[in-house]
Every structure is written in C-alpha cells, then in structure tokens.
C-alpha cells in the first residue's frame, strides 16, 4: 500500500517563506512523476509544480514560477516544495501527489498540510 506523507506547513506572513516535504512510501514503490497541488477554500484543487523523478524535468502552475522551486530525492523517495516570497492567495491546503506510471494519472495523494499566509 502506498503512502504520501506530507509535512512543513504552517501560518507565516506575507514575504515568509515555508518548505514542504512529502515522503512516499510503499513496498517497492517508485514514482515516476511526484507533484504538489493545492485547494483553496471554496476553490478546486489546482497544481503547482510537477517534477519527472528520473529526468527531473519540471513544470510550475503560472503563479508560482520564480516563487516555488520543487525538488527531489529518488534515494529516500522524497520530493519538496521551497516556497518563497509568500502571499495571501497561496493560501491552501497543500497535497503530494504521486504516480509510478508515465501516463498521468495520481492515484496517490497524501492527506494535505495547510499553509496560511497573513497579510
């Protein structure tokens, strides 16, 4: 059974920066695309940033680009989320995704951690 464990949330205001961490974990599991997403309240969940865990090729949602940079461990099966120069709008709950498939699916997510920003 595969897990996704996310971590580093918090409250912190605007111009703070956070860096989440989500650890995967599962007999044998291996993700071949690892992603963060967020939700925020009353709006559908979006995604952020995209990382390919063999080539580490990376996509980034518009609004967070030269904010957010994703990054990843294969050896211990991590990937993170350094966010920088934090605003209010990036106010969310914000979920790993996983997927150990090259066709995109995520079937896995982990259970979120929240992240609020004060003006």
């Known amino acids: 059974q595969v897990q996704l464990v996310e971590s580093g949330g918090g409250t912190v205001q605007a111009g703070d920066s956070l860096r989440l961490s989500c650890t995967a974990s599962g007999r044998a599991f291996k993700a071949v695309y690892m992603a963060w997403a967020r939700q925020a309240p009353g709006k559908e969940r979006e995604f952020v940033a995209r990382?390919?865990?063999?080539?580490?090729?990376?996509v980034y949602e518009e609004a967070v680009k030269g904010r957010f940079t994703i990054s990843r461990d294969n050896r211990k099966n991590m990937v993170y989320l350094q966010m920088n120069s934090l605003k209010p709008e990036d106010t969310a709950i914000y979920y790993c995704?996983?997927?150990?498939?090259?066709?995109?699916?995520?079937?896995?997510w982990g259970q979120g951690t929240r992240v609020a920003v004060s003006s």
């Open positions: 990382i390919d865990m063999d080539y580490g090729n990376i």
């Open positions: 995704a996983a997927d150990p498939n090259p066709e995109i699916t995520w079937p896995y």
